[in-house]
């Protein structure tokens, strides 16, 4: 009988990625640059691109490029996750000091991927198909051009 993953914490390959980061971060306690200090610097760093990407992506102005920048927030915004999943694993906080943080990241998840959503569907679809003898008007390629261009702009108002 197959399991159903409601969470990509109930992947095998998530869990067995997880042991092994604490693996590798337990192996390098006693380095020159301590585990907490490079935990926490990449901690620090992906916190902060998070809404650098966002505000990247919006005043980009084209659609598809802010969706793009979205999901990789979104995809930061998991590393994060599970990096405070570890920190508890290694004795560098406890799960209740960490509560607040991993619920308010949740909430920026569901952000992300509403926002991502809803933008996404605004995004011309392209046709599967090519017109490989279509004639085109040259006098009129600027205008086309343009106005292809005008559907790309992202429509802010959700």
């Known amino acids: ?11 095998e390959v998530w869990q067995r990625a997880f042991r092994l ?13 301590s585990q907490k200090s490079l935990i926490i610097k990449n901690l620090v760093e992906k916190s902060l691109q998070i809404p650098a990407l966002i505000s990247e992506g919006f005043l980009r102005g084209v659609l598809p490029e802010y969706v793009s920048c979205l999901k ?12 405070l999943q570890i920190l508890p694993a290694l004795g560098m906080a406890t ?3 960490l509560q607040e943080l991993s619920t308010e990241y949740e909430i920026v998840a569901r952000q992300i991927s509403t926002l991502t959503s809803i ?3 605004k995004i ?34 959700i």
Do not use: C, G
């Open 1 to 11: 009988m197959k399991t159903k993953i409601e969470h990509y914490r109930d992947l």
């Open 72 to 83: 990789t927030a979104r995809h930061l915004v998991s590393e994060i996750d599970t990096t």
């Open 119 to 121: 933008l996404s569907k």
């Open 124 to 157: 011309p679809q392209k046709p599967n198909h090519i017109h490989r003898n279509k004639p085109q008007n040259p006098n009129n390629n600027h205008s086309q051009s343009s106005t292809e261009e005008s559907k790309l702009r992202p429509d802010y108002e």
């Open 21 to 33: 980061a604490t693996q590798v971060a337990s192996k390098y306690e006693n380095s020159e640059l």
């Open 95 to 97: 799960e209740v000091e």
